[in-house]
């Protein structure tokens, strides 16, 4: 019964927008159905309103903006299945939400949180955070440490998704924290970075999946998910003021050995003879076409001179697979952001939404459909 609780959630949003549309009968079929999959007394009260109204209305002529004001202070009387109150009533959370930030918390490491196996694929993953983070955003959970769950389940999903991450995440794990940051001494159950920096903060995560902001304006109360390192950085700052100045170069001496050696491999590897947009700082600004996909890529004045018979063929092999590639990364993109949208608006009932998402399309999957069939026909 529980696992129905976000359904009839979805169905009780999708009755108030039917009542608000003049539609009663959808409203009560919705409304019905919410009842049957999570019996509730708002639910209830709504249905018993809803009859009410349309009696009074058959009976005596009543308006429709007064059925409709009626239905919708009824329904921002009740808490819903969250325990958010209608209307502008304080917003509250139940039981069970607080059983579940309390979960999170105590969960000793990545899989935990997202509550999945070590042999999880990536839609597992992908799964796993959909259901957790609509659970546990601002949003839609006000319980106490709902935001740091939040965040937390963000960071996961972000370093489990992360091959080399996650290597190191199952290195911590066998071997202690102590082994991979020395300078770490364990952590706690409510340590969810765990050392680790996501590549992408829980909000950025979430709008990723999502297709966008969340459909309120609690968005901004929680920080990025680089606010506990920085914080951590300003109390080390803080404790070691009096080292000098050469505490602050040994510091910054890693950093700027870094800064070299990519800046000396940078100069060593010698940059490719096209791009495939114009690019004037380079010199890339000569069009052309390859001859088999007919991809355009640009080059500099010279490039006929040198690229000739063998070395234009591979040079123009580059070119595509180049392509290619960033066909699959665009449709990949494509593809997140429509599926996002789909479930958002299943998820909040949003026929609007769902509409948008459906007519929304993927070009670059259509054109490597194309490119595919040409390589292969």
Known sequence: MESNRDEAERCIAIALAAAKANQPEKARR????????????????????????????????????STNSQFKKTSGDFPSANGEAGGEAPKGYTQDQVDAVKRVKQCKDYYEILGVTREASDEDLKKAYRKLALKFHPDKNHAPGATEAFKAIGTAYAVLSNPEKRKQEEWVDQFGDEKLNPGRHGHSHSDFHRGFE?????????????????????????????MRYTYHQRQDRREHQGDGGLGLFVQLMPILILIIVSALSQMMVSSPPYSLSHRPSVGHVHRRVTEHLKVTYYVSENFADEYTGTNLKNVERSVEDDYIANLRNNCWKEKQQKEGLLYRARYFGDSDLYQRAQKMGTPSCSRLSDVQASLHG
Do not use: C, W
């Not at 509730?40 to 058959?58: D, F």
């Not at 590549?199 to 999502?210: A, C, G, K, V, Y």
């Open 30 to 65: 919705f409304l019905e159905k919410a009842q049957r999959l999570y019996p509730s007394t708002r639910v209830r009260v709504l249905l018993e309103s809803l009859n009410k109204n349309e009696q009074s209305a058959n009976g005596q002529s009543q308006s429709r903006e």
């Open 198 to 226: 996501a590549d992408i903060s829980p909000e950025d995560l979430f709008n990723m999946f999502f297709g966008g902001g969340f459909p309120s304006s609690n968005v901004h109360v929680y920080s990025n998910g680089r």
